[in-house]
């Protein structure tokens, strides 16, 4: 009960010294908001780019077509050298005869016009599906693919796809580099925010110390200071994506452009967006403020 | 062993000044002892030692039963819950009340809203305040205002009261005053009383200890004691 009074007093004055400097606290809080937005945002959009990059990478095959005088035992060679490759997961062999029965199932034209042709006649090529670990680096598999002998043709995917991932990749990395200059800015803030709090109420300090203030006593309500401007730093950005992912999810009926790149639901990810968001505001506001204390409030 | 011993005691600061040297002093529970000396002597230091302001150089310092000396930073505030301490400048916040300054030295220990009123308000009335707890500062004469310093001092019951020249801004009269309710602290509630000055007037009139101090050392420590012309 003691413990929780202390506790208790301790939290008011917090409370003071965020609205005794407040134009201070606001520049703090604003840019912790800031950065927040930029972290929901990256958050966001980092969860889009797994989710349809591995929706494209179950699809996105390479495809292999062998020259149409290869023998048995050299398909079974090339099928190996090709397994054995980085970053390769898997080969299918499909044989000219397998693709042309598939092809007949398929539809009743592609049944008459493939039955005129006999095993001798089929224009169709033996093939493989190789799929890959990496969706990054199917174009080097790709490339390295056609150097091999008897291979006729290399085809992947369609280029449009992977340049948007590239693109994904390239905004998602800014976004990081954003975000963490942004959090040391704004942590140097918050300490120097707590700092001008911390040197305002000098007198109060010099007083608490000799009255019988334990340094822990006199320390915390700094220390919560920093973690109310946090808190109150993430409240916009969790609204602000939370809202604002919901209207973009429903406007855009849950996908971008086409049914390729479909958006991930909001219920799925919104309690890791405002975890994270709350997570990190507090504790970029508390380690401003520890830092501010470690400093400036020398005991 | 008494409530404050000084064994050996030597204070030189970091600049080269030694402003101690050789100090050995008891001090019993209860008494009132002041300390006189010449401006420089040495009084303010030897009071910073007991409140662990400042650490001697070598030489022990004991204060109710703490080696004070030998406390580490982080449990400076031990000792200092059992003293009161009181300034020439009193040291008051200028935007709380009477009753807010002094309340304000409770704060820390937890304590329910109607104990901490109860011993505020006794505090107080012990220095007879009880109709200004909702001035400020700066609405209540000089020796009003020492009043309520050493009402905050006094509100958590503590051995010493520590007073380092209480009067030395104020007028003879209000000086009186504020020896009064001093030396009524002293009697009542028992409360050892520790204070440096240079006012000879207030010395001679309360016969109490003096201890002379004189460029860093004891030079007289006389019960009953008078101010006379030894030093300043
Ligand atoms: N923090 C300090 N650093 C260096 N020297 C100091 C410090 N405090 C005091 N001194 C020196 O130590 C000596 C004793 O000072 P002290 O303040 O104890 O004297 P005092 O008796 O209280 O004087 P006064 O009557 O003027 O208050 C003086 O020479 C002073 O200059
Ligand atoms: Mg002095």
Redesign the interface.
């Known amino acids: 009960m003691k413990a929780f009074r202390i506790f208790g007093k301790n939290i008011s004055e917090s409370f003071k010294g965020v609205f005794r400097n407040f134009s201070l606290s606001l520049a703090s809080i604003s840019c912790i908001t800031i950065t927040l937005v930029l972290v929901g945002f990256s958050i966001i959009l980092s969860y889009n780019v797994n989710n349809f990059t591995t929706e494209i990478e179950k699809d996105l095959t390479i495809v292999v077509f062998l020259d149409r005088k290869i023998e048995t035992e050299e398909i079974n060679v090339l099928q190996t050298r090709i397994k054995t490759m980085d970053n390769v997961s898997n080969v299918i062999y499909n044989s000219k005869e397998e693709v042309k029965k598939e092809m007949q199932k398929e539809s009743e034209v592609f049944d008459s016009i493939m039955s005129q042709y006999t095993e001798e006649t089929n224009p169709l090529q033996d093939s493989f599906l190789v799929k890959v670990d990496d969706i990054n680096g199917i174009g080097d598999v790709a490339d390295e693919i056609k150097k091999l002998d008897k291979v006729d043709l290399v085809k992947y995917g369609e280029g449009s796809v992977e340049e948007l991932v590239k693109i994904f990749d390239i905004v998602k990395k800014i976004t990081y580099i954003a975000v963490a200059a942004l959090v040391l800015v704004t942590v140097f803030l918050v300490s120097n925010t707590i700092k001008i709090t911390i040197q305002s109420r000098r007198r109060e300090i010099e007083i608490r110390r000799l009255v019988g203030a334990s340094n822990s006593f006199i320390r915390r309500p700094f220390f919560f200071e920093g973690i109310i401007l946090g808190f109150l730093g993430a409240l916009i950005p969790v609204a602000a994506c939370w809202y604002g992912y919901v209207y973009i999810f429903n406007r855009l009926h849950g996908q971008l452009f086409t049914a390729i790149i479909p958006l991930v639901k909001p219920s799925n990810i919104m309690h890791i967006v405002v975890i994270s968001l709350l997570g990190i505001g507090i504790v970029v506001g508390a380690f401003g403020s520890y830092r501010a204390v470690r400093k400036y409030l020398k005991i | 062993m008494q409530l404050i011993e000084l064994r050996n005691v030597n204070k030189r600061y970091p600049n080269g000044v030694t402003a101690l040297a050789d100090i050995d002093l008891e001090i019993s529970k209860g008494e009132f002892v002041f300390i006189i000396g010449a401006s420089g002597s040495g009084k303010s230091t030897l009071i910073k030692l007991l409140?662990r302001q400042e650490k001697p150089t070598y030489g022990e310092v004991f204060v109710g039963g703490i080696n004070v000396a030998k406390l580490r930073?982080?449990k400076?505030?031990?000792?200092?819950?059992k003293?009161g301490?009181v300034f020439q400048d009193y040291?008051l916040?200028p935007k709380l009340t009477v009753y807010e300054n002094v309340a304000?030295?409770l704060?820390?220990?937890?304590?329910?809203g109607d104990e901490i009123r109860k011993r505020t308000i006794r505090a107080l009335e012990q220095v007879g305040l009880k109709d200004k707890l909702r001035s400020f500062p700066d609405e209540l004469a000089g020796g009003e205002q020492q009043r309520v310093s050493i009402a905050?001092?006094i509100v958590?019951n503590p051995k010493v009261l520590i007073c380092d020249e209480p009067t030395g801004n104020l007028d003879p009269d209000t000086s009186m005053e504020v020896m009064k309710v001093i030396e009524d602290i002293n009697k009542n509630l028992g409360t050892t009383i520790i204070m440096a000055t240079h006012d000879k007037d207030i010395v001679n009139r309360m016969k109490k200890r003096v201890i002379v101090i004189d460029k860093g050392l004891v030079k007289k420590d006389i019960q009953k004691g008078r101010y006379r012309n030894e030093s300043v």
């Open positions: 409140y930073n982080g400076v505030y031990k000792l200092r819950r003293l301490i040291k916040l304000f030295a704060e820390m220990y937890g304590l329910k905050r001092a958590n």
